[in-house]
């Protein structure tokens, strides 16, 4: 696992500067550049729309009575193409953008639901309820006389 995280950690780098060396080649710097924070600039637009609808229709969720668990992967993903599309390239932007398109983020989240192990417990009765007793322990306090059973009196 940390030569998968070390080799993607080296080759989006290098594919962002082979695509800027590209890119830069065919329209010119001054176009690189500009190209590139106009696609950050609207990207981070539509995730702000698109993250502000997200928030609405979880709030509905939440209002009915659901939990609001395709909102929650929606927005996390929202959140990941922010980041994407912040950081300049446009390997980074073409990810982001692909995060921004619903039925790829609903994709992706069904993905991950099925690598997902819930576990939930049950209590013996099956209800939720716990039933049990308790008994309130103290701290004897010295020279406190003790009971027949050892206890010492708590009165």
């Given at each position: 696992m940390p030569l998968v995280f070390l080799i993607f950690l080296i080759s989006i780098p290098a594919i962002e500067?082979?695509?800027?060396?590209?890119v830069g080649g065919a329209v010119g710097a001054g176009t690189t550049v500009l190209l590139t924070v106009l696609t950050a600039a609207i990207g981070l637009f539509?995730?702000?729309?698109?993250?502000?609808?997200?928030m609405r229709r979880a709030q509905t969720s939440i209002d009915r009575g659901e939990?609001?668990?395709q909102e929650a992967i929606h927005g996390i993903a929202l959140f990941f193409a922010g980041i994407m599309l912040?950081?300049?390239g446009f390997f980074t932007d073409t990810i982001g953008a692909l995060l921004l398109i619903p039925f790829i983020r609903q994709g992706l989240g069904a993905a991950l639901m099925a690598r997902m192990i819930v576990v939930r417990s049950k209590s013996r009765a099956g209800d939720g309820t716990i039933d049990g007793d308790y008994e309130v322990v103290r701290k004897p306090r010295p020279g406190e006389p003790r009971l027949p059973d050892g206890s010492r009196d708590g009165s």
């Open positions: 500067i082979y695509l800027f060396i590209s539509l995730v702000r729309a698109q993250g502000l609808a997200v939990m609001p668990v912040i950081i300049p």
